[in-house]
């Protein structure tokens, strides 16, 4: 079940927020856990077992940790608790990846025996694994009391708006709205809207440009204009995917009363790779510089170890996105532009120059490539391709894949990515934005209530004609 399919519109949400909207207000973590579970339980009911697993380890030693007599007894709950966590999403995640690079080295590439290989991924783990990870720490830290019911705990991570697919949400940003938080019509219609507004971006946009950067991508050495048309493809499909994604979780959860932090803000319009990991991916990039960064010394050991400091916590990042070689080589290559730029003093808040917008977008979208290739030698021969090795026209073979509504929203997604602050500001979407730093969100005007509807009825046809399509970070 995913948030783009039938059975979600108009099923599981109605029956879900009927029972939440009766239900008095103690119980609704209840309703919120159970439905939850439900939600994840319908992909694979084994799995639900290792996120209750998960849930009921950390809530139980975040207690240990409150309550311990000492510092270093309760330094000790923690180290095992992150172990532990790190261990869960270790098999499941990296086990593979192990065994296929040993393979590799003492196998001759030939898979060993099925018996120790074979893990499947399941569905969200990053996302609950560094939740529960954040929440251990910050308990350690004082940064947040541990929680007060296991249900309210169960219900945070659980939660079915952000569960597979982020935004990495923090126990201590959302604990004080399980005690208390606001429901009204005005509320959930402002949500409505998020939802709507992010269906459209991921049905009209993300899904259409999908089959571009797929053919490009699956296609042998292909040429300059090819490689460079899927590229664009896959930046724009990747963007609307997920910002599509996190606009509907947040959606969601103000149509629940909670507030969320908000987990893009315009990165296609960056001038610099640090103003980038500003605008994208907020929740984890913040995640990494509060819990991975700042562990490792950040910048109070010395200019060099700074620098290393960001490779590092880059490299592990580019890891925690998938078990490849490739997503390691992203990492890397975002650490060492961030190291550069720090080194010659880009702070990010320069704001919009466009020959330093020029480069920083080259290299995002070159970035790309080892994001969405599957292995090293794809992503070998489609840089060739980029730099014109395998020659520089659009193929007969190829121009037939690409159709021209598929182009033709790849240029709206392209106009849509570089406008949307303004576009924003005429629709008035920006006054439900940031509801997590705001106590009140502002109306939307009519004009930008009606567009928003109308883009949103649009996407629900067009999802009825067409079959579902998960959305890309499931596979994180």
Known sequence: MTFASAI????????FFSIYYITPFKYKSYVIAFASYLFYGWWRLDFLALLLIVTFGNYWVGGRIAHAFSRSSAKNWLIFAIVGDLCVLGYFKYWNFFVDSLADLLNDGRPFSLLIGGVILPIGISFYVFQAISYVIDVYRADAP???RLIDFAAFKAMFPQLVAGPVIRYKDIEAQFEHRTHSWELFGQGALRFFSGLAKKVLIADSVAPIADAVFSAPSPTFAE????????????????????SMAVGLA????????????????????TEFWRRWHISLSTWLREYLYFSLGGNRLGIYRTYINLMLTMVLGGL????????ILWGLLHGVLLASERALGVTGKEGFIIWRWVPTMVFVILGWVLFRAPDMGVAVQYYAGMFGHNGFGLRD????????????????????ALTEPWLNRVFGIETISEPLKKDKLGPVPL??????CLLGAL?????????????LYFQF
């Open 447 to 452: 004009h930008g209530a009606v567009v928003v």
């Open 8 to 15: 979600f519109l108009f099923g599981y949400l109605p029956v």
């Open 397 to 416: 073979a190829m121009a037939w894949q690409i159709s021209y509504f598929g182009l033709s929203m790849l240029v709206i997604g392209i106009a849509l």
């Open 254 to 273: 103000m149509m629940m009363g909670f507030r969320f932090i908000e987990n893009f803000r315009f990165p296609y319009i960056s001038s610099s790779i």
């Open 459 to 471: 996407a629900v046809v067009k999802l009825m004609a067409d079959n579902d399509s998960p959305f």
């Open 227 to 246: 490689t460079w048309i899927g590229a664009l493809a896959y930046s724009v499909q990747l963007y609307f995917d997920f910002s599509a994604y996190s």
């Open 320 to 327: 925690w996105h998938g078990a490849n070689w490739t997503f």
């Open 146 to 148: 541990p929680a007060k």
